[in-house]
C-alpha cells in the first residue's frame, strides 16, 4: 500500500470512528468500568504499528483457555494482566477509533449480547502477550498468546 493509499485508508477510517464512537466508549467503560479517559486512547497509527508488530514478532506459545463463564475469564486477565499495563481491542471499532490503554481494571459484568460484542483482545504494551477472547453463542473461547 502506497503512502497516499494509507493516508486515505486512515481519513476513511477516522470518519467511520466518528460513526461508532459512542458503541465503542459504551464497551469500553462496561469492559474497565472506569470512565474513559480520551488520553489513553492510542491514534490509528500507533495502534497500526502495534498490531504490525505483533504480525512480526515470534510466538513461543499458544493455549487455548478453558472459560465457562464471564468472571472465570475476569480471573484468568487478571491473573495474566494485572501487573501489565495493556491495549485493549474491541470488535472492529478499534480499526477506526484506535487502541485504549487500560491498567488492570476489569468489570465483574460484561454483556456481550446487549453490547452486541464478540471479540476483545487484550495485548500487554510490552508486546509479550495476547488474550484473545471470542463470544459466539453464549460460549467464550479464549486464546493466551506469548511472544519472543
Known amino acids: 500500500m502506497s503512502v497516499s493509499e494509507y493516508e486515505r485508508?486512515?481519513?476513511?477510517?477516522?470518519?467511520?470512528?466518528?460513526?461508532?464512537?459512542?458503541?465503542?466508549f459504551n464497551k469500553i467503560q462496561s469492559f474497565t468500568n472506569s470512565i474513559i479517559e480520551v488520553e489513553n486512547f492510542l491514534n490509528l497509527e500507533k495502534t497500526d504499528d502495534i498490531i504490525n508488530s505483533l504480525k512480526n514478532k515470534k510466538i513461543s506459545s499458544k493455549a487455548k483457555i478453558e472459560i465457562n463463564s464471564y468472571q472465570q475469564l475476569v480471573n484468568f486477565i487478571k491473573e495474566k494482566a494485572a501487573e501489565h499495563f495493556s491495549y485493549l481491542l474491541i470488535d472492529e471499532e478499534w480499526k477506526f477509533c484506535g487502541a485504549y490503554k487500560i491498567s488492570n481494571k476489569f468489570s465483574s459484568d460484561y454483556n456481550f449480547d446487549e453490547l452486541h460484542s464478540d471479540e476483545i483482545r487484550i495485548i500487554s504494551c510490552d508486546l509479550s502477550f495476547q488474550i484473545?477472547?471470542?463470544?459466539?453463542?453464549?460460549?467464550?473461547?479464549?486464546?493466551?498468546?506469548?511472544?519472543?
Open 9 to 24: 485508508a486512515l481519513l476513511y477510517r477516522k470518519a467511520q470512528g466518528n460513526v461508532c464512537k459512542n458503541d465503542y
Open 132 to 148: 484473545q477472547i471470542d463470544y459466539s453463542n453464549n460460549e467464550i473461547e479464549c486464546e493466551y498468546i506469548l511472544y519472543k
